[in-house]
């Protein structure tokens, strides 16, 4: 079987917030007549948190892949709109069989050290990845390759252990990025990193800001934008205040709080699209006391998640299903298959059991809906009889924590970028992936088997049935409790346009330009 793919080029960015710069006296206008820095010279986005690296194979945060997006690039790029996988450092592939994958690549691209992409390169790249050595957080994405040949300067023959229906999307992942491996050799890329993408890294001053420049040798032709830069603004209030005022040209995943404010500002536009992005309440099933099914059904039902959304204001998506709408392998009919609210019937269970006996540890992030999930389902826990302490750390600490499984609850979320039901359950839910990416510490063999058939087929139609058996399992036991499935949302200065946002909530700012 053969197929050949031709691909527009899009450049990819997971959920965060944007940056800032200050503001000069000569600054030209906004449309509302504030002054603004912007200027196809530099464009500035704020983000709440600091990136935690810059190496795509050693990272694993949302926050640090809007700035490897913009350097790196992988072999193929999920289209939104069609949501089919298109080539982007690839030129097309073949499948001689079902095990084998023969990638062509472009020619005549060089990294950010004018060292050649091509085949050695990629074989270089996935074999650093899925080396157990490496301790790579997203090693799964490669784990059913047996073994990667360089054919010749341009090809790459990539064998499977066994037939893998979701192989594209892991290649489109983020983590999946090509790096340089004489880069790679000569420095830590964690802090100086070396792609192919259309912007080169300039400098990182932690807790600061990170700063990029076009790539006037890119590809796919250097883009408009000459500077980019990626500031941390702690407080998501001033960030909208220097997006009001001009300092600000872009901000994303907008906060439930602020969407009215953002709303009535005249100086910029709003968009929202359904996203792929999942928020979890997490139980640490390392624990015993977690992995007594009555304990998980009493905290479900005293959970009143329909409260918590209608806090959105229209930014989230109410379903019981772990697989949202905007995934491959959703089904309608986990939409409300959960357990129900039922504050009695939790009270019941906490009386019966104790379980108000022992404090809850509820671990979160220091992000504002995470914040607002935590003192709600406190208030809604507390309400049932439990006893919950929220404990709040900044993001890399707080992933950092809840990969080594300090809590007892806390808020998870996953960006979704490949849209495949199976690269949701995979990394965040099997047993391989404990003590990594599995910070739920969950562990079932029937679940884990449902998830390998639903990645050794190639069969789509019966990839998306297991997936719903695996998706309707977690729901039944409450394996985890779905909070909402995210509004993909950002607010970009009027001035600007360009900006190209996909459900699961990259955005690419190549195609870029001020009006």
Request: proline letters at 5%; charged letters at 25%.
């Given at each position: 079987?053969?197929?050949?793919?031709?691909?527009?080029?899009?450049?990819?960015?997971?959920?965060?917030?944007?940056?800032?710069?200050?503001?000069?006296?000569?600054?030209?206008?906004?449309s509302d007549g504030s002054k603004s820095t912007g200027s196809n010279e530099t464009f500035t986005y704020a983000s709440t948190s600091?990136?935690?690296?810059?190496?795509?194979?050693?990272?694993?945060?949302?926050?640090?892949?809007?700035?490897?997006?913009?350097?790196?690039?992988?072999?193929?790029?999920?289209?939104?709109?069609?949501?089919?996988?298109?080539?982007?450092?690839?030129?097309?592939?073949?499948?001689?069989?079902?095990?084998?994958?023969?990638?062509?690549?472009?020619?005549?691209?060089?990294?950010?050290?004018?060292?050649?992409?091509?085949?050695?390169?990629?074989?270089?790249?996935?074999?650093?990845?899925?080396?157990?050595?490496?301790?790579?957080?997203?090693?799964?994405?490669?784990?059913?390759?047996?073994?990667?040949?360089?054919?010749?300067?341009?090809?790459?023959?990539?064998?499977?252990?066994?037939?893998?229906?979701?192989?594209?999307?892991?290649?489109?992942?983020?983590?999946?990025?090509?790096?340089?491996?004489?880069?790679?050799?000569?420095?830590?890329?964690?802090?100086?990193?070396?792609?192919?993408?259309?912007?080169?890294?300039?400098?990182?001053?932690?807790?600061?800001?990170?700063?990029?420049?076009?790539?006037?040798?890119?590809?796919?032709?250097?883009?408009?934008?000459?500077?980019?830069?990626?500031?941390?603004?702690?407080?998501?209030?001033?960030?909208?205040?220097?997006?009001?005022?001009?300092?600000?040209?872009?901000?994303?995943?907008?906060?439930?709080?602020?969407?009215?404010?953002?709303?009535?500002?005249?100086?910029?536009?709003?968009?929202?699209?359904?996203?792929?992005?999942?928020?979890?309440?997490?139980?640490?099933?390392?624990?015993?006391?977690?992995?007594?099914?009555?304990?998980?059904?009493?905290?479900?039902?005293?959970?009143?998640?329909?409260?918590?959304?209608?806090?959105?204001?229209?930014?989230?998506?109410?379903?019981?299903?772990?697989?949202?709408?905007?995934?491959?392998?959703?089904?309608?009919?986990?939409?409300?298959?959960?357990?129900?609210?039922?504050?009695?019937?939790?009270?019941?269970?906490?009386?019966?059991?104790?379980?108000?006996?022992?404090?809850?540890?509820?671990?979160?992030?220091?992000?504002?809906?995470?914040?607002?999930?935590?003192?709600?389902?406190?208030a809604q826990l507390t309400e049932a009889g439990f006893k919950v302490e929220i404990e709040s750390m900044e993001w890399a600490t707080?992933?950092?924590?809840?990969?080594?499984?300090?809590?007892?609850?806390?808020?998870?979320?996953?960006?979704?970028?490949?849209?495949?039901?199976?690269?949701?359950?995979?990394?965040?839910?099997?047993?391989?992936?404990?003590?990594?990416?599995?910070?739920?510490?969950?562990?079932?063999?029937?679940?884990?088997?449902?998830?390998?058939?639903?990645?050794?087929?190639?069969?789509?139609?019966?990839?998306?049935?297991?997936?719903?058996?695996?998706?309707?399992?977690?729901?039944?036991?409450?394996?985890?409790?779905?909070?909402?499935?995210?509004?993909?949302?950002?607010?970009?200065?009027?001035?600007?346009?360009?900006?190209?946002?996909?459900?699961?909530?990259?955005?690419?700012?190549?195609?870029?330009?001020?009006?």
């Amino acid at each position: 079987m053969k197929k050949t793919l031709w691909g527009t080029v899009l450049l990819s960015a997971m959920l965060a917030l944007g940056a800032c710069s200050g503001e000069s006296a000569s600054a030209p206008k906004n449309s509302d007549g504030s002054k603004s820095t912007g200027s196809n010279e530099t464009f500035t986005y704020a983000s709440t948190s600091d990136a935690v690296g810059l190496s795509p194979i050693l990272m694993n945060d949302a926050v640090s892949a809007n700035v490897t997006e913009h350097v790196y690039e992988q072999l193929f790029t999920l289209n939104g709109d069609t949501k089919e996988f298109e080539p982007l450092l690839a030129e097309s592939y073949e499948n001689p069989d079902e095990n084998t994958w023969v990638i062509k690549l472009k020619e005549g691209i060089k990294f950010h050290d004018g060292t050649p992409f091509n085949a050695e390169a990629v074989k270089y790249t996935f074999d650093k990845l899925r080396d157990p050595a490496t301790a790579a957080p997203r090693a799964s994405l490669l784990e059913p390759v047996d073994v990667i040949n360089v054919i010749d300067e341009n090809t790459v023959e990539i064998k499977t252990k066994y037939p893998y229906g979701p192989f594209l999307a892991a290649l489109s992942h983020t983590n999946a990025a090509i790096v340089s491996p004489t880069a790679d050799k000569a420095q830590d890329l964690m802090k100086d990193p070396v792609g192919t993408g259309p912007y080169k890294f300039v400098s990182w001053t932690p807790g600061d800001q990170v700063e990029l420049e076009a790539n006037e040798e890119y590809w796919d032709g250097a883009p408009e934008l000459k500077k980019i830069v990626l500031k941390v603004v702690p407080e998501i209030s001033t960030a909208i205040s220097m997006l009001q005022t001009g300092e600000v040209q872009f901000l994303d995943n907008l906060p439930t709080e602020q969407i009215k404010r953002l709303e009535s500002m005249d100086n910029i536009n709003i968009e929202k699209k359904d996203g792929t992005a999942v928020y979890y309440m997490a139980f640490n099933h390392s624990q015993e006391r977690n992995q007594d099914a009555e304990f998980r059904e009493a905290v479900a039902s005293a959970m009143d998640r329909d409260a918590f959304v209608s806090k959105l204001n229209g930014l989230g998506v109410r379903s019981d299903s772990v697989i949202g709408p905007q995934v491959f392998g959703y089904d309608e009919s986990a939409n409300k298959a959960g357990t129900p609210f039922d504050i009695e019937a939790s009270k019941a269970l906490v009386e019966k059991n104790g379980y108000g006996d022992k404090p809850i540890k509820l671990l979160t992030a220091n992000r504002d809906n995470f914040i607002l999930m935590a003192e709600i389902v406190q208030a809604q826990l507390t309400e049932a009889g439990f006893k919950v302490e929220i404990e709040s750390m900044e993001w890399a600490t707080f992933l950092d924590t809840a990969r080594a499984g300090d809590y007892d609850l806390t808020f998870l979320s996953w960006s979704n970028v490949t849209a495949d039901g199976s690269e949701l359950l995979y990394p965040n839910f099997h047993s391989d992936n404990v003590g990594s990416s599995n910070r739920s510490q969950y562990s079932n063999p029937k679940f884990d088997e449902l998830v390998v058939q639903s990645r050794t087929t190639i069969d789509q139609d019966e990839r998306k049935e297991i997936l719903n058996e695996a998706n309707f399992l977690m729901i039944e036991e409450n394996v985890v409790i779905p909070m909402y499935h995210g509004i993909v949302t950002t607010a970009l200065d009027k001035n600007y346009s360009g900006v190209q946002i996909n459900p699961t909530g990259k955005w690419y700012l190549k195609n870029v330009t001020r009006k």
